[in-house]
């Protein structure tokens, strides 16, 4: 990643976000490089089961950040329920780059009636 490409995202996070929050709407290169970054924190990744509930871009569809909820088996082999998760991305040509990455140790729903993380 070039220095200008990590300088276009870093600008892209403080400006006024456009969000189309449907998932239907959602990059499939986005969408994969979410998933790759998330199965780096599971411990069943095949079990993960992933809502994409708003996308907010920047820089002309450049750069960005994606919201959703993934539900995953825990170390017992029970679903953990649905657990909100983040990522800021940058794209370069066709491929997406997963920047920043968190899920948040609060259900779903909550995070997402907070409303200030993607909004």
Known sequence: MTIRTLAMALTAAVKL??????????????EQAVRTKVAETLVDPYSAVFTF???NEFEGGMA???????????RFG?????????AGYVKTGNRCLVIAFTTIAMRFDPAMAEGSICS
Not at 64 to 74: F, P, Q
Not at 78 to 86: E, N, P, S
Request: hydrophobic share 40%; charged share 15%.
């Open 17 to 30: 976000a456009i969000s189309s929050p449907h998932a239907a709407e959602v990059d499939p290169a986005l």
């Open 64 to 74: 960005g950040k994606i919201c959703g909820s993934v539900n995953a088996k825990n």
């Open 78 to 86: 029970a679903y953990t329920g649905q657990r909100f998760f983040y």
């Open 53 to 55: 509930d708003v996308v």
